[in-house]
T-cell receptor, first 114, second 114 residues
Framework: EPEVTQTPSHQVTQMGQEVILRCVPI?????FYWYRQILGQKVEFLVS????????KSEIFDDQFSVERPDGSNFTLKIRSTKLEDSAMYFC????????????FGPGTRLTVL | DQQVKQNSPSLSVQEGRISILNCDYT??????FLWYKKYPAEGPTFLIS?????DKNEDGRFTVFLNKSAKHLSLHIVPSQPGDSAVYFC?????????????FGRGTSLIVHP
């Protein structure tokens, strides 16, 4: 069964450093998403991406964040200068089309900012 | 601002009994509701959904009930099995510029005892 994959599973970084979180969505999906979950809190939407551009973003997704689909298979989230409060589980998701809210999630990347 | 509320952080049920997980929402624009299940170290997995034109949707052991007037939905699992032990997220969405970004609740941790 096709699945969304994410690498790395755990990323530890120093405050102020740049990190890139990688995702490989399901191959025939057209909509891509990043979410995050701070420990003990709800899953929060960051950004959605369709047709090679951002379609929606939340207030969390400020200038420190960017997304890219560099090669038609990978979907990346870059945090330019990490802060302590960026420590969270980051989930990538993809959806096929039509009613796009049935999303398939990856296993997540745990980001720890020291 | 919790638009989707899961007021019970945890629920403990005996194997074979019914599990009832509850969810309330405040935004009357929501018209599509989903339940996701999440095991530790995995991403959320889509479980079942319901459109606002229905009040019930059933899939095997899982049934979701929607009470629009009360802005309340519930997930029933009958009979409950130990493998159902997971965190269950309620999510809701409504049309927003053509995309449908679900808003998640904080989750309810279900433990099914053998």
């Amino acid at each position: 069964e096709p699945e969304v994959t994410q690498t790395p599973s755990h990323q530890v970084t120093q405050m102020g450093q740049e990190v890139i979180l990688r995702c490989v969505p399901i191959s025939n999906h057209l909509y891509f998403y990043w979410y995050r979950q701070i420990l003990g809190q709800k899953v929060e939407f960051l950004v959605s991406f369709y047709n090679n551009e951002i379609s929606e973003k939340s207030e969390i997704f400020d200038d420190q964040f960017s997304v890219e689909r560099p090669d038609g298979s990978n979907f990346t989230l870059k945090i330019r200068s990490t802060k302590l409060e960026d420590s969270a589980m980051y989930f990538c998701a993809s959806a096929g089309g039509g009613r796009t809210d049935t999303q398939y999630f990856g296993p997540g990347t745990r980001l720890t900012v020291l | 601002d919790q638009q989707v509320k899961q007021n019970s952080p945890s629920l403990s049920v005996q194997e074979g009994r019914i599990s009832i997980l509850n969810c309330d929402y405040t935004n009357s624009m929501f018209d599509y509701f989903l339940w996701y299940k999440k095991y530790p170290a995995e991403g959320p997995t889509f479980l079942i959904s319901i459109s606002s034109i229905k009040d019930k949707n059933e899939d095997g052991r899982f049934t979701v009930f929607l009470n629009k007037s009360a802005k309340h939905l519930s997930l029933h699992i009958v009979p409950s099995q130990p493998g159902d032990s997971a965190v269950y997220f309620c999510a809701a969405s409504g049309a927003s510029g053509g995309s449908y970004i679900p808003t998640f609740g904080r989750g309810t941790s279900l433990i099914v005892h053998p």
